[in-house]
């Protein structure tokens, strides 16, 4: 590591020009679902808007919401593949990537190691009823 990234956290994701550079990484352009618009994670800011808050303060914590209005997941690269999507080239929404690939998403389709796959990740009902119920946990039962 060189002397300036050890003083600077952000070095390697500076341009030469010292703006704040998140292309190259796994942050996605925008969370709009490239087919029809819709905000699949409305509490969570684009890349542009995270290198904005960086490029101010470099030590500025971006928070985040994941919600019941959230389409946040992981699918099997299969899957995104079937969609004609490229790896981070934007988003879909539930209903579009099932219009692309022809088929209603399983619970097998989605990638349950991923963080956004984690029981504890909420979202709209389509995408909890796509996901199915979480495997292994116990089961409410009334009285």
């Not at 956004?116 to 009285?143: A, E, V, Y």
Request: net charge positive; glycine share 8%.
């Amino acid at each position: 590591m060189s002397e300036t990234s050890m003083s600077d956290p952000l070095a390697d994701l500076r341009r030469p020009n010292g703006k704040v550079d998140l292309s190259n990484s796994n942050v996605t352009e925008s969370w709009l679902c490239v087919d029809c618009g819709m905000n699949t994670a409305p509490g969570i800011p684009s890349r542009i808007e995270i290198e904005k808050v960086w490029e101010a303060n470099r030590n500025e914590v971006i928070e985040y919401v994941i919600d019941d209005k959230s389409e946040v997941y992981y699918v099997r690269d299969a899957v995104w593949i079937a969609s004609g999507m490229d790896a981070f080239g934007g988003c879909l929404c539930i209903g579009c990537l099932e219009k692309r690939i022809g088929r209603r998403l399983k619970p097998k389709d989605f990638l349950r190691s991923h963080s956004f796959n984690s029981p504890r990740i909420p979202g709209t009902k389509r995408l909890m009823d796509r996901r199915g119920k979480p495997k292994g946990l116990p089961l409410l039962c009334r009285q």
